[in-house]
């Protein structure tokens, strides 16, 4: 009688614990998940009357679209940045993995781009690509200059062809850095040391070493990073391109999400951008899945 | 005589020699040493100057003349170090647009923001951890599921929402969708998970309740992760870009992201101005990272690592 009733009480408190939670995760989260769903399937501009029925035909249109699939090709090209990325953030954590004097300093310099990153450090790349004033160009021309030749960098975000590297540059500079060589540093950190010494007896040098021993033990983490960049890329490319080319020049930096945003805020087609954001998130889901395939069997949730 | 000499000074010799090889190969090896160290001190270098080198530039041009932002002239020291000191550019970029108030904007969003999903998070993740309720593991795992599917599906229902209720424009519109995190709830719940139980058996039967256990016990025990969380939704909400945008019309009541921007389309091509505007912005998120450093790399490793 006595255990029941601390059962019950149990159960009220922790109603009463998950209540402001789970609240605003119905309001917010849950019941907007399914809102979104319904509204894939119908046709509204969220002034005129109630939103009407049209069944499949936003998808049919919205994969009908060559648009879309120009957009999914920008979204994809600008993930050149992962590789090239995650190369970088694995030089710069195998350096600071050397136990050397000022680990904290350079930890926390490559940390800045990632940190302050956001509109401001937006404007400030607009400004380092700009033709006439800006950084990149001067270098280029001074680099030019020096060999003697006459150099002259392209006109970056306003030339169809450069918008998209000069996008990824800008990427890289920002992630090298960050999460990633972060997350590098501790799977290095944890790669048990017998394994080098045991290389060191059969004679491996350096580079056999890293091969043999570092990039196995590592893989985990680099699979991980990829897939969660990839995850993370899909949903990419508003805010920089929002800011520092307005998603052209003649579109080449308008991303699926970047779409998705001009159809509903901009045109008000509610029913269409949901169903944008569901192709979305059926490709994101993909990944998660192979993600949890790999992860499934060492990570437990319960 | 002659030949025991001659073996005790050929024995010398070897023994000579050998330390000689010996002291050789260490210096070898310490060159190599030497040669590595500076090899990686040099990618370490490299890195830093590129990481810096923007930054640099930003901030010297933040502090030059309007109208004498680049020039050929110049040796290339002028260039790149804050020489001048024309300070007007960030008292200028306060008449343009109300620089103070999309700051005093951004505090406001960011601690409601920040107390409201630490708060609920860690409320919701002891009930997660530690009370057995019926629904208990189907309701955590909508949370999980939840948690993989992109912010863009549940933007445009969440708008209609607010739109419907006439809290466009309002600072509720931006505080309110962030203030409820399954993903916060979560990592804080997988911490939990990990705290020993004995201490809150013997609170439970020194006649302890539920919430004493939790303000007494679970949230002392939980501060890194805590810390962590904070730090993490401080630094989201701080640049949260997107979202301010599609709610906001009133530029007296934008945050500093949406205001740089909006102060961007007003003045495009005032570099000056715009580095000092965008100086402003960086700054406090640099001293808070300095200072919170610890937390970011642990919260890093602590996520990454349970995936």
């Given at each position: 009688m006595k255990s029941l009733k601390s059962t019950t009480r149990e159960t009220v408190a922790a109603y009463g614990f998950l209540l402001p939670n789970f609240l605003g995760f119905m309001i917010f989260t849950s019941l907007p998940v399914l809102a979104s769903f319904l509204l894939s399937f119908t046709k509204w501009d969220l002034l005129s009357g109630p939103p009407s029925f049209v069944a499949l035909r936003n998808y049919i249109q919205l994969l009908g679209e060559p648009k879309f699939w120009f957009y999914c090709w920008n979204t994809i090209y600008l993930m050149l940045a992962i590789p090239v990325s995650m190369a970088g953030s694995l030089v710069l954590a195998l350096a600071l993995n050397?136990?050397?004097?000022?680990l904290v300093f350079f930890r926390t310099v490559y940390f800045l781009p990632t940190i302050s990153s956001g509109v401001a450090i937006y404007i400030l790349w607009t400004f380092i690509y700009?033709?006439?004033?800006?950084m990149l160009n001067a270098m280029i021309s001074k680099f030019g200059f020096l060999l003697g030749l006459e150099l002259h960098g392209p006109n970056w975000l306003h030339d169809k062809d450069w918008s998209k590297p000069a996008l990824i540059i800008m990427n890289i500079w920002q992630t090298v850095g960050g999460y990633n060589m972060i997350l590098y540093l501790a799977a290095l950190q944890g790669v048990p040391r017998d394994l080098y010494d045991a290389a060191e007896v059969d004679g491996a040098n350096g580079w056999q070493k890293f091969w043999a021993v570092t990039w196995p033990q590592i893989s985990p983490t680099t699979f991980f990073i990829a897939i969660m960049s990839i995850i993370g890329g899909f949903q990419a490319g508003f805010d920089p391109a929002y800011i520092m080319t307005g998603g052209g020049p003649?579109?080449?930096?308008?991303t699926i999400i970047y779409y998705l945003y001009n159809e509903a805020?901009?045109?008000?087609h509610m029913g269409y951008a949901a169903a944008i954001a569901w192709v979305l998130f059926l490709i994101i889901y993909l990944f998660t899945l192979m993600q949890w395939r790999f992860y499934g069997k060492t990570v437990h949730y319960y | 005589m002659v030949i025991h000499t001659n073996i005790q000074s050929r024995e010398q010799a070897e023994a000579q020699a050998k330390v000689l090889a010996v002291k050789q190969l260490k210096r070898q090896q310490r060159q190599r040493q030497i040669l590595k160290k500076i090899g990686v001190y040099l990618v370490l270098g490299i890195g830093a100057v590129s990481m810096i080198a923007p930054f640099l530039w930003m901030l010297t041009t933040s502090l030059k003349e309007p109208g004498s932002v680049y020039s050929f002239q110049r040796r290339w020291w002028e260039e790149w170090l804050?020489?001048?000191?024309?300070?007007k550019n960030y008292v200028n970029a306060f008449y343009v647009v109300p620089f103070g108030l999309f700051y005093l904007n951004s505090i406001f969003v960011v601690l409601c923001t920040t107390a409201c999903q630490v708060a609920t998070s860690a409320l919701a993740a002891y009930a997660f951890a530690r009370l057995h309720f019926p629904g208990r593991d189907k309701i955590f795992f909508a949370y999980i599921a939840t948690m993989m599917i992109p912010g863009a599906v549940t933007m445009i229902p969440v708008f209609i929402l607010l739109r419907y209720l006439g809290w466009i424009d309002t600072y509720r519109a931006m505080i309110l969708p962030a203030a409820f995190s399954a993903y916060g709830t979560f990592m804080l719940r997988q911490f939990f998970l990990t705290l020993p139980k004995d201490l809150e058996d013997a609170a439970k039967i020194d006649g302890c309740s539920y919430l004493g256990i939790f303000w007494r016990i679970i949230l002392p025990l939980s501060k890194p992760a805590l810390a962590t969380l904070t730090t993490f939704t401080f630094m989201g909400t701080w640049m949260s870009f997107m979202w301010p945008l599609i709610v906001m019309n009133t530029h007296k009541k934008f945050t500093l992201p949406i205001g740089l921007a909006y102060f961007k389309s007003l003045h495009g091509t005032d570099w000056t101005l715009l580095m000092a505007g965008s100086m402003m912005m960086v700054f406090p998120i640099l001293l808070v990272f300095i200072f919170c450093q610890r937390f970011f790399v642990e919260g890093i490793k602590l996520t990454g690592i349970k995936g």
């Amino acid at each position: 009688m006595k255990s029941l009733k601390s059962t019950t009480r149990e159960t009220v408190a922790a109603y009463g614990f998950l209540l402001p939670n789970f609240l605003g995760f119905m309001i917010f989260t849950s019941l907007p998940v399914l809102a979104s769903f319904l509204l894939s399937f119908t046709k509204w501009d969220l002034l005129s009357g109630p939103p009407s029925f049209v069944a499949l035909r936003n998808y049919i249109q919205l994969l009908g679209e060559p648009k879309f699939w120009f957009y999914c090709w920008n979204t994809i090209y600008l993930m050149l940045a992962i590789p090239v990325s995650m190369a970088g953030s694995l030089v710069l954590a195998l350096a600071l993995n050397q136990k050397l004097k000022g680990l904290v300093f350079f930890r926390t310099v490559y940390f800045l781009p990632t940190i302050s990153s956001g509109v401001a450090i937006y404007i400030l790349w607009t400004f380092i690509y700009n033709p006439d004033f800006g950084m990149l160009n001067a270098m280029i021309s001074k680099f030019g200059f020096l060999l003697g030749l006459e150099l002259h960098g392209p006109n970056w975000l306003h030339d169809k062809d450069w918008s998209k590297p000069a996008l990824i540059i800008m990427n890289i500079w920002q992630t090298v850095g960050g999460y990633n060589m972060i997350l590098y540093l501790a799977a290095l950190q944890g790669v048990p040391r017998d394994l080098y010494d045991a290389a060191e007896v059969d004679g491996a040098n350096g580079w056999q070493k890293f091969w043999a021993v570092t990039w196995p033990q590592i893989s985990p983490t680099t699979f991980f990073i990829a897939i969660m960049s990839i995850i993370g890329g899909f949903q990419a490319g508003f805010d920089p391109a929002y800011i520092m080319t307005g998603g052209g020049p003649e579109e080449s930096t308008t991303t699926i999400i970047y779409y998705l945003y001009n159809e509903a805020f901009k045109w008000h087609h509610m029913g269409y951008a949901a169903a944008i954001a569901w192709v979305l998130f059926l490709i994101i889901y993909l990944f998660t899945l192979m993600q949890w395939r790999f992860y499934g069997k060492t990570v437990h949730y319960y | 005589m002659v030949i025991h000499t001659n073996i005790q000074s050929r024995e010398q010799a070897e023994a000579q020699a050998k330390v000689l090889a010996v002291k050789q190969l260490k210096r070898q090896q310490r060159q190599r040493q030497i040669l590595k160290k500076i090899g990686v001190y040099l990618v370490l270098g490299i890195g830093a100057v590129s990481m810096i080198a923007p930054f640099l530039w930003m901030l010297t041009t933040s502090l030059k003349e309007p109208g004498s932002v680049y020039s050929f002239q110049r040796r290339w020291w002028e260039e790149w170090l804050p020489l001048s000191f024309y300070w007007k550019n960030y008292v200028n970029a306060f008449y343009v647009v109300p620089f103070g108030l999309f700051y005093l904007n951004s505090i406001f969003v960011v601690l409601c923001t920040t107390a409201c999903q630490v708060a609920t998070s860690a409320l919701a993740a002891y009930a997660f951890a530690r009370l057995h309720f019926p629904g208990r593991d189907k309701i955590f795992f909508a949370y999980i599921a939840t948690m993989m599917i992109p912010g863009a599906v549940t933007m445009i229902p969440v708008f209609i929402l607010l739109r419907y209720l006439g809290w466009i424009d309002t600072y509720r519109a931006m505080i309110l969708p962030a203030a409820f995190s399954a993903y916060g709830t979560f990592m804080l719940r997988q911490f939990f998970l990990t705290l020993p139980k004995d201490l809150e058996d013997a609170a439970k039967i020194d006649g302890c309740s539920y919430l004493g256990i939790f303000w007494r016990i679970i949230l002392p025990l939980s501060k890194p992760a805590l810390a962590t969380l904070t730090t993490f939704t401080f630094m989201g909400t701080w640049m949260s870009f997107m979202w301010p945008l599609i709610v906001m019309n009133t530029h007296k009541k934008f945050t500093l992201p949406i205001g740089l921007a909006y102060f961007k389309s007003l003045h495009g091509t005032d570099w000056t101005l715009l580095m000092a505007g965008s100086m402003m912005m960086v700054f406090p998120i640099l001293l808070v990272f300095i200072f919170c450093q610890r937390f970011f790399v642990e919260g890093i490793k602590l996520t990454g690592i349970k995936g």
